[in-house]
């Protein structure tokens, strides 16, 4: 399989050549020339497949390039018990009669992008290994996604990870989960500044070509394919355990997530609705709603609840939109050129937008209260405590739920990660999953640098693999 730029100015590249990359070369996004097509007989030998047999399968596809042994050991190692809680990995919770809760949060952060990143983590290395490099992974975090990442690399043989958080910003909690590792090759960097003035300097150090490359600085964002194709996996284990036509409901913001059950959708799998359901920072519903797509100003993203959903533009949207112009990139680089000039294009009316609903896609957003309310009656009417971002999916599923269509809602963290908004709908504090009791008194490991560019490359110089 190769991988081809949305914006059509890349050489195709097998999946190896595009793992540790970011962007193309030509600002947009890689993805496979095509999507593998599925037979139903394949489908019914995936139908009895354990998590990691279905992952293996799946990501030989789009991983071609590496040794099919290799990829399975990595895959077997990764998907694993001890890693995510159960033996089914990714286990699916019946509510009542066609309604699911498909728990995405039990690896090792509580959230759902660890099912990606765990997986990422030992392809980078395995790759690195191969080539004999290292990488120096730099990011910033407002606090909840810093983790993943984290738990993804810790103890990874040639990288090292540089993960910039806003300084005495974070709950007690995120700042331990990421500040107890204990690993060498993990550095936490708590910056005097807000979560914006980290970025700034992630992007400033980025953007110096020369300490870039003499460093090997490289990132793990959610453009990254493998992350996208890591994600189809718990699309078809959710489609099998339920059986029959399903539709899901995914919170989303940089449309990694529910990027991923479109390109299952395109495979084969018979899912009906990809919900998408948004926060306030609502780029995406107004998209869908209307067919506007607007990024927002940094000023206007408001600090919501659901904070890993705070988005001002959606980074994998470009990929989806690729298959809305019929895959042609000099469309696509259009609409991208207009976006660029005006943070704004509009598809209403037009025949791409009428596309939309070919591919399945509906969407609704929440506010603070309808999360409260929703976190609320799960807990009452189930039995279940849910955290902000599911309730964010689950109000929005329940909106557009058909009789007789089953639909799964999507977990995406776990609520322990957001104590204060479960005391406010609940009354009470959320549980702590097993061996995150005592979290907060573990000794940390962090240094406190200023918003200053100059400082945090002096800190990547000296600790750099
Ligand atoms: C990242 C994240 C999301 C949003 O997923 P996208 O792939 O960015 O759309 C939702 N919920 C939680 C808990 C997350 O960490």
């Not at 659901?306 to 696509?332: Q, T």
Request: with cysteine; aromatic share 10%.
């Amino acid at each position: 399989m190769r991988y081809v730029s949305t914006r059509g100015g890349a050489k195709p590249q097998p999946f190896t050549g595009i793992l540790l990359e970011g962007l193309a070369p030509d600002g947009g996004l890689f993805l496979p020339e095509e999507f593998p097509k599925l037979a139903p007989a394949d489908l019914s030998a995936m139908r009895r497949m354990s998590y990691a047999e279905l992952a293996f399968a799946i990501l030989s596809k789009f991983a071609d390039d590496i040794p099919a042994d290799d990829l399975e050991r990595l895959v077997a190692a990764t998907y694993t018990e001890k890693l995510f809680g159960s033996e089914d990995i990714t286990p699916v919770r019946k509510l009542e009669p066609d309604l699911y809760l498909l728990g995405l949060s039990n690896g090792p952060s509580l959230a759902f992008k660890d099912l990606a990143l765990q997986l990422l983590g030992s392809l980078f290395e395995y790759v690195l290994a191969k080539r004999g490099e290292r990488l120096n992974v730099l990011g910033a975090t407002s606090g909840d996604t810093g983790s993943s990442a984290e738990y993804a690399l810790r103890g990874k043989k040639n990288i090292r990870v540089f993960m910039l958080s806003p300084y005495g910003r974070m709950s007690a909690f995120q700042a331990a989960q990421m500040y107890s590792l204990p690993d060498a090759n993990i550095f936490n960097i708590a910056v005097r500044g807000v979560f914006d003035e980290c970025q700034d300097v992630v992007k400033a150090i980025s953007g110096d070509v020369a300490f870039k490359a003499k460093h090997r600085i490289g990132a793990v964002n959610s453009i990254n394919w493998a992350r996208v194709a890591a994600q189809l996996v718990y699309y078809f284990k959710a489609c099998f355990a339920v059986g029959g036509e399903v539709s899901f409901a995914v919170p989303s913001g940089n449309f990694g997530n529910v990027y991923a059950g479109h390109v299952a959708r395109q495979m084969g799998l018979p899912i009906r609705k990809l919900i998408v359901a948004t926060n306030e920072n609502n780029v995406l519903d107004e998209f869908f709603r209307i067919g506007r797509y607007r990024v927002r100003k940094a000023a206007e993203v408001k600090a919501t609840s659901s904070p890993s959903m705070d988005i001002s533009k959606s980074s994998n949207f470009e990929r989806y939109a690729y298959d809305l112009v019929g895959r042609d990139p000099f469309r696509l680089k259009s609409l991208w050129t207009e976006l660029d000039a005006n943070g704004v294009f509009a598809l209403a009316g037009t025949e791409i937008f009428r596309r939309v609903a070919d591919t399945g896609f509906v969407s609704g957003s929440s506010t603070h209260a309808d999360r409260l309310a929703t976190i609320r009656r799960v807990w009452k009417d189930y039995g279940v405590m849910i955290d902000p971002h599911t309730a964010d999916g689950i109000k929005v599923g329940l909106e557009h739920r058909e009789r007789g269509v089953a639909l799964v809602c999507m977990e995406t963290a776990q609520p322990a990660k957001f104590a204060e908004t479960i005391r406010e709908a609940l009354g009470r504090d959320p549980e702590r999953p097993a061996g995150f009791e005592d979290l907060e008194k573990l000794p940390q490991r962090v240094e406190v640098v200023d918003a200053d560019a100059a400082a945090v490359k002096r800190h990547i110089e000296r600790h750099a693999a």
